[in-house]
């Protein structure tokens, strides 16, 4: 019995420092060196500012850009405390809230789903290319723009499938915004 | 359901079954202490580690030996991590000044992820410092992952070994699991997702201009303007990789795989479902090796395919409807959309993919999750929650979902025994009164805790109901599948619970720590008795355990057994939950 537990200890404390310490700071290491902006978050920076991440979503609520989705992290895309909204299918509380969603972006037409329900870590960088197209008419309007033009970003942006198979086609909501922002700067 | 979600499902489990073969002819080599082409480097480091920690590797041991050492080893690694948690603010590391984690919850997270459980009652994020995350957290992903692995070893002896006493040496097949199998994986497997986006840095966490300010107004009415977004990082790639492998689940992020920092692409969404399955697939060949019975090792796959199969078919199914509760909403897939209940869901990987992972991890006791459980139809959200019922034999954790299914295996062939009015053989031994026993234990512990624990705490509105986030069915729902996956190692949640509070902490403590190590005795002690047995030659009358009749009898073994036990409680929460839902009523 004590022999067990001292081999315990002195196993514990070898492998702690190996699987703990080495192990991770060796991955860092090799990362930071050979793939830096990857292991950094890929930011984005516009005129020596840095703007945010291109896998993390940011709130969009004006109507010259185009929403992300609603998010449950923090006061919203909070990328420091990371949540879904949890809420069950027969909650009130999620019905209410679709439906706040759905009276502040509908264009009269039924609302892709993606674009009025939460996502699962609150920080969805995306939206489905049919979110994105139902939100052309509004932006355009807004940024007078030919809706045409407006399109084909849209349809410039979209990531598609990965190796055409994997995952679904989607289109990063910053990335949009910041082409539309060159495309056609706000007015103010 | 579309073509191409079933084209990304049918392209996983082809590479699950791909891999199976040569995975598990590997970890049979390494635990056989047979070359491998590791040896050159690693040789050195097995032998300078047995010396530095007094092991002495010939030494062989009985299954009460094996099992102390594993409970001693479990219990220093558990300390180690409660310290770490304790003092946090103390050590380096910590960019964002995280404060000493308190009692309540720094024990509960010891016991989580010593038990491969990584139940987290925390936002990790806001909580738990880089050093934390490294060396209280990341090291039980290999550790623990390393003695379910060992256990399974040591039982697959007490089958193929004939009159002895000993199921082999704990900290040699500790060490040769954790050098030869989860490191090199996990270092190989780290560096794919950074190649897609997982951050794995030790920076503070980086403060961005917003596009577009927001007003915001706060839970006290008060409206600010927020223009900036504070990015969470960290060293997440070398966590990811082992928490994925080694079947464990806890994420460095609250939001867990559904984090774009911890699972940004397709790919590296694949490759962590892939993992899950990597080792426990592989073991049921190392099964049929160590036994000299390669057959009966597909036999057992088999009956996990099916099983995995029927979950994967229900979830997408369910998930692919959508809420009829949601009005002036289009949910029809499209060739722009894919539709669905996407509450909870990313769109990256759309429904096929969410309901894919969601029945991958909890086929296996990983836990990771890529979308939230709690927010997934009522049909939906059951397939998880049985998948754990049925005791996460369905591929299982790394190491204990093989050793489950060899309890439910030796129930298969004591049910057929009785059948025919034989007394029951498993692979030449005699299944005997004894080894019943102890199987029986194994299974009855299991429910008695989930149902125990769950029907205590709905009887308990201020400790236990003020937790919930949703009302009715669903709420039960909530409480039910804390305490089945804290049981069962899992660590997923309906995370709508808030678990944070001394009750919850407590009381899923306990159920993680006995759901581990109260089944973990009994198994071993059925292992010891296998191992002492002599092995009896095959008659006509033995029952075979290599047919497709076997792999039917075990499928029909685990669901009964589940059903028996669990369907009066399932009944009344997503079952329930679905006929309301139907009826159009809301909480």
Same mark, same amino acid.
């Given at each position: 019995?004590?022999?067990?537990?001292?081999?315990?200890?002195?196993?514990?404390?070898?492998?702690?420092?190996?699987?703990?310490?080495?192990?991770?700071?060796?991955?860092?290491?090799?990362?930071?060196?050979?793939?830096?902006?990857?292991?950094?978050?890929?930011?984005?920076?516009?005129?020596?500012?840095?703007?945010?991440?291109?896998?993390?979503?940011?709130?969009?609520?004006?109507?010259?850009?185009?929403?992300?989705?609603?998010?449950?992290?923090?006061?919203?895309?909070?990328?420091?405390?990371?949540?879904?909204?949890?809420?069950?299918?027969?909650?009130?509380?999620?019905?209410?809230?679709?439906?706040? =969603?759905?009276?502040?972006?509908?264009?009269?037409?039924?609302?892709?789903?993606?674009?009025?329900?939460?996502?699962?870590?609150?920080?969805?960088?995306?939206?489905? &290319?049919?979110?994105?197209?139902?939100?052309?008419?509004?932006?355009?309007?807004?940024?007078?723009?030919?809706?045409?033009?407006?399109?084909?970003?849209?349809?410039?942006?979209?990531?598609?499938?990965?190796?055409?198979?994997?995952?679904?086609?989607?289109?990063?909501?910053?990335?949009?915004?910041?082409?539309?922002?060159?495309?056609?700067?706000?007015?103010? | 359901?579309?073509?191409?979600?079933?084209?990304?499902?049918?392209?996983?489990?082809?590479?699950?079954?791909?891999?199976?073969?040569?995975?598990?002819?590997?970890?049979?080599?390494?635990?056989?202490?047979?070359?491998?082409?590791?040896?050159?480097?690693?040789?050195?480091?097995?032998?300078?580690?047995?010396?530095?920690?007094?092991?002495? *590797?010939?030494?062989?041991?009985?299954?009460?030996?094996?099992?102390?050492?594993?409970?001693?080893? /479990?219990?220093?690694?558990?300390?180690?991590?409660?310290?770490?948690?304790?003092?946090?603010?103390?050590?380096?590391?910590?960019?964002?000044?995280?404060?000493?984690?308190?009692?309540?919850?720094?024990?509960?997270?010891?016991? =989580?992820?010593?038990?491969?459980?990584?139940?987290?009652?925390?936002?990790?994020?806001?909580?738990?410092?880089?050093?934390?995350?490294?060396?209280?957290?990341?090291?039980?992903?290999?550790?623990?992952?390393?003695?379910?692995?060992?256990?399974?070893?040591?039982?697959?002896?007490?089958?193929?070994?004939?009159?002895?006493?000993?199921?082999?040496?704990?900290?040699?097949?500790?060490?040769?699991?954790?050098?030869?199998?989860?490191?090199?994986?996990?270092?190989?497997?780290?560096?794919?997702?950074?190649?897609?986006?997982?951050?794995?840095?030790?920076?503070?966490?980086?403060?961005?201009?917003?596009?577009?300010?927001?007003?915001?107004?706060?839970?006290?009415?008060?409206?600010?303007?927020?223009? %900036?977004?504070?990015?969470?990082?960290? &060293?997440?790639?070398?966590?990811?990789?082992?928490?994925?492998?080694?079947?464990?689940?806890?994420?460095?992020?609250?939001?867990?795989?559904?984090?774009?920092?911890?699972? &940004? %692409?397709?790919?590296?969404?694949?490759?962590?479902?892939?993992?899950?399955?990597?080792?426990?697939?592989?073991?049921?060949?190392?099964?049929?090796?160590?036994?000299?019975?390669?057959?009966?090792?597909?036999?057992?796959?088999?009956?996990?395919?099916?099983?995995?199969?029927?979950?994967?078919?229900?979830?997408?199914?369910?998930?692919?409807?959508?809420?009829?509760?949601?009005?002036?909403?289009?949910?029809?897939?499209?060739?722009?959309?894919?539709?669905?209940?996407?509450?909870?869901?990313?769109?990256?990987?759309?429904?096929?993919?969410?309901?894919?992972?969601?029945?991958?991890?909890?086929?296996?006791?990983?836990?990771?999750?890529?979308?939230?459980?709690?927010?997934?139809?009522?049909?939906?959200?059951?397939?998880?929650?049985?998948?754990?019922?049925?005791?996460?034999?369905?591929?299982?954790?790394?190491?204990?979902?093989?050793?489950?299914?060899?309890?439910?295996?030796?129930?298969?062939?004591?049910?057929?025994?009785?059948?025919?009015?034989?007394?029951?053989?498993?692979?030449?031994?005699?299944?005997?009164?004894?080894?019943?026993?102890?199987?029986?234990?194994?299974?009855?512990?299991?429910?008695?805790?989930?149902?125990?624990?769950?029907?205590?705490?709905?009887?308990?509105?201020?400790?236990?109901?003020?937790?919930?986030?949703?009302?009715?069915?669903?709420?039960?729902?909530?409480?039910?599948?804390?305490?089945?996956?804290?049981?069962?190692?899992?660590?997923?949640?309906?995370?709508?619970?808030?678990?944070?509070?001394?009750?919850?902490?407590?009381?899923?403590?306990?159920?993680?720590?006995?759901?581990?190590?109260?089944?973990?005795?009994?198994?071993?002690?059925?292992?010891?008795?296998?191992?002492?047995?002599? =092995?009896? *030659?095959?008659? /006509?009358?033995?029952?075979?355990?290599?047919?497709?009749?076997?792999?039917?009898?075990?499928?029909?073994?685990?669901?009964?057994?589940?059903?028996?036990?669990?369907?009066?409680?399932?009944?009344?929460?997503?079952?329930?939950?679905?006929?309301?839902?139907?009826?159009?009523? /809301?909480?």
């Amino acid at each position: 019995m004590k022999k067990h537990i001292i081999t315990s200890l002195l196993y514990t404390a070898i492998t702690a420092v190996l699987l703990g310490i080495v192990y991770p700071l060796v991955i860092t290491g090799v990362a930071q060196l050979t793939m830096r902006s990857r292991a950094n978050g890929q930011l984005i920076t516009r005129n020596g500012e840095i703007v945010g991440s291109a896998l993390i979503g940011q709130p969009f609520t004006g109507p010259g850009y185009f929403h992300g989705r609603p998010s449950a992290a923090g006061t919203g895309y909070d990328a420091s405390s990371s949540s879904g909204s949890n809420l069950g299918p027969t909650s009130k509380a999620l019905m209410d809230r679709v439906e706040g =969603s759905v009276k502040a972006e509908s264009n009269g037409a039924d609302i892709p789903v993606d674009l009025v329900t939460a996502s699962s870590s609150g920080l969805d960088p995306d939206i489905s &290319p049919a979110a994105a197209m139902y939100q052309v008419s509004r932006v355009a309007r807004e940024r007078h723009l030919d809706s045409i033009r407006l399109q084909q970003l849209v349809m410039q942006t979209v990531t598609p499938r990965q190796f055409g198979l994997l995952g679904e086609p989607r289109v990063n909501v910053l990335g949009l915004n910041l082409a539309l922002d060159r495309l056609q700067p706000m007015q103010r | 359901m579309t073509l191409n979600g079933w084209l990304q499902i049918g392209l996983f489990i082809a590479a699950v079954l791909l891999l199976a073969k040569p995975m598990g002819s590997y970890m049979t080599a390494v635990f056989e202490r047979r070359k491998t082409f590791l040896d050159p480097v690693l040789g050195p480091c097995e032998r300078a580690l047995y010396r530095g920690t007094g092991v002495h *590797p010939e030494e062989e041991m009985r299954w009460t030996h094996y099992t102390v050492a594993m409970l001693t080893f /479990s219990a220093a690694t558990m300390l180690l991590t409660y310290i770490v948690e304790r003092v946090q603010l103390w050590l380096p590391l910590n960019p964002q000044h995280l404060a000493n984690v308190e009692p309540a919850l720094a024990l509960n997270t010891a016991i =989580s992820f010593t038990t491969n459980t990584n139940w987290q009652s925390y936002t990790p994020e806001s909580t738990m410092s880089y050093l934390t995350q490294m060396l209280g957290l990341a090291t039980h992903n290999f550790w623990s992952a390393a003695v379910g692995l060992a256990l399974a070893i040591a039982f697959v002896r007490g089958i193929a070994r004939r009159e002895m006493k000993t199921l082999g040496n704990f900290w040699v097949d500790l060490t040769r699991g954790i050098l030869w199998i989860l490191l090199p994986i996990s270092i190989v497997f780290a560096f794919a997702l950074v190649s897609q986006g997982v951050v794995q840095n030790m920076k503070p966490y980086d403060t961005v201009k917003l596009l577009e300010s927001q007003k915001v107004t706060g839970a006290d009415g008060k409206t600010t303007t927020v223009s %900036t977004q504070t990015i969470a990082q960290g &060293p997440v790639a070398s966590q990811e990789a082992i928490k994925m492998l080694g079947t464990n689940g806890g994420g460095f992020f609250n939001a867990n795989s559904s984090h774009p920092f911890e699972n &940004p %692409t397709p790919l590296s969404n694949f490759l962590q479902m892939l993992s899950i399955f990597l080792i426990p697939a592989g073991l049921c060949i190392t099964l049929g090796q160590m036994v000299r019975s390669p057959k009966h090792g597909w036999a057992v796959l088999a009956a996990m395919v099916v099983l995995w199969f029927a979950g994967t078919l229900t979830s997408y199914w369910a998930e692919a409807h959508a809420n009829p509760a949601l009005r002036g909403v289009d949910s029809h897939s499209s060739l722009a959309q894919s539709g669905g209940n996407m509450e909870g869901k990313e769109v990256r990987f759309g429904i096929a993919n969410s309901a894919l992972f969601a029945t991958v991890t909890t086929d296996a006791s990983c836990g990771a999750v890529n979308s939230m459980h709690d927010s997934f139809t009522p049909l939906g959200g059951m397939v998880p929650m049985v998948n754990i019922l049925l005791g996460e034999v369905v591929f299982g954790g790394v190491g204990a979902g093989l050793y489950g299914m060899l309890v439910f295996v030796v129930m298969s062939v004591f049910i057929a025994g009785l059948m025919v009015g034989r007394t029951p053989e498993y692979l030449g031994k005699k299944i005997e009164s004894f080894d019943v026993q102890m199987a029986m234990l194994y299974l009855l512990i299991f429910p008695l805790l989930i149902l125990g624990f769950s029907a205590v705490t709905v009887l308990m509105p201020n400790l236990g109901l003020s937790s919930l986030a949703n009302h009715g069915p669903h709420g039960f729902s909530e409480i039910l599948y804390a305490y089945t996956s804290a049981t069962g190692n899992n660590g997923s949640a309906f995370a709508g619970l808030n678990a944070n509070t001394h009750w919850y902490n407590y009381s899923l403590a306990t159920a993680m720590f006995f759901g581990r190590f109260m089944m973990i005795i009994p198994m071993m002690a059925i292992a010891g008795s296998l191992a002492a047995k002599k =092995s009896v *030659p095959a008659t /006509s009358g033995t029952f075979p355990v290599t047919t497709p009749l076997f792999t039917v009898l075990l499928t029909g073994v685990i669901l009964i057994v589940g059903a028996l036990t669990f369907f009066p409680a399932v009944t009344l929460g997503p079952v329930l939950e679905h006929l309301l839902m139907r009826a159009g009523q /809301s909480f």
